[in-house]
């Protein structure tokens, strides 16, 4: 006998359910899988960006490294320059003392800057000294003699070549009233220190040296170093020369006031940078001091030579 109508519906029925529960559950499945995949993506993607995040905070580690790196080199220069003192100090002390028999000399040079200093940096730089660099600014129109730069430009490279700028006030007007009261002379002095730290964008000193030396004051002279003192100056004034700031007939003649004047164990030497006799003979001083066992170094404040 056939099956009944109704057996066979009953058939049809499961046969329908189990391809819907097979199409229900492949798509389940498929969605499943997807679902995972998408997971997959979402997770490798996750880990990518973690790790670009990651060098990124390298990199910007590196950048506020080096910036911090760049806003520490002012702090760090001054760190250096005062151990480096600290050492001419202690040597100098000594020499004073009588306990050592080594010899100091601090090179200055006054009234520049002037067009004949580049050559005075150029021979420094060549022999590997530093110096002192008394300065004024009266001198800016001297700078252009068709080769040269501008003065102004120099002191840039005062600070560049690692040597002291020092003050020796804005004029040098001795005949123009600079030491005619202690305003006028701290007048000048105050804008001569304006005017280099404007030019070397913030270099700051604290030594200096009076125009002809600290007996042209006269009479206000202690009057004005105690202004200097408020200041927070000190000043120096030299032991030896070779007379270039007066007439100089021969570089004979400049040789023998060097030598004439040269007698102690710790000297300040005076020069001027606008003399061509002492560019002239400046490579053979240097051998001469070094030879005759002195040390060559900038002054600084804290040296015996400087009067506070």
Not at 17 to 27: E, G, K, V
Not at 180 to 197: G, L, P, T, Y
Not at 239 to 249: E, I, Q, W
């Amino acid at each position: 006998m056939g099956k009944s109508s109704k057996s066979i519906g009953i058939e049809i029925i499961l046969i329908l359910s189990i391809i819907a529960t097979l199409y229900l559950s492949y798509h389940i499945e498929n969605k499943i899988s997807l679902q995972k995949e998408k997971q997959i993506k979402e997770e490798h993607l996750y880990k990518e960006k973690v790790s670009l995040l990651k060098e990124k905070e390298k990199e910007l580690e590196k950048v506020n490294a080096t910036i911090q790196e760049y806003e520490n080199i002012e702090e760090s220069i001054e760190s250096k320059k005062k151990e480096y003192f600290s050492h001419i100090k202690e040597l100098e002390s000594k020499i004073l003392n009588g306990e050592s028999n080594e010899k100091i000399a601090y090179l200055t040079f006054d009234d520049g800057p002037y067009y004949n200093t580049y050559q005075v940096l150029d021979i420094l730089d060549q022999y590997n000294v530093k110096a002192t660099f008394f300065t004024i600014s009266m001198n800016g129109e001297y700078c252009y003699d068709n080769k040269s730069q501008n003065c102004f430009l120099l002191y840039k490279e005062y600070v560049k070549r690692g040597h002291t700028i020092a003050n020796h006030t804005y004029t040098h007007g001795i005949r123009t009233g600079l030491y005619s009261s202690v305003n006028s002379f701290i007048d000048a002095v105050n804008r001569q220190e304006e005017h280099v730290k404007s030019q070397t964008e913030g270099y700051t000193t604290n030594i200096l040296r009076f125009p002809g030396g600290s007996s042209t004051a006269k009479g206000l002279k202690n009057e004005m170093i105690n202004a200097l003192k408020e200041k927070g100056y000190g000043w120096v004034d030299w032991t030896a020369g070779n007379g270039d700031g007066g007439r100089l007939d021969s570089l004979e003649q400049a040789w023998g006031n060097l030598k004439n004047t040269i007698d102690s164990n710790v000297e300040v030497i005076l020069f001027h940078d606008y003399s061509w006799m002492t560019t002239a003979m400046l490579p053979e001083v240097i051998e001469y001091l070094r030879n005759n066992g002195y040390q060559l170094y900038p002054l600084f404040y804290e040296s015996d030579m400087v009067h506070k």
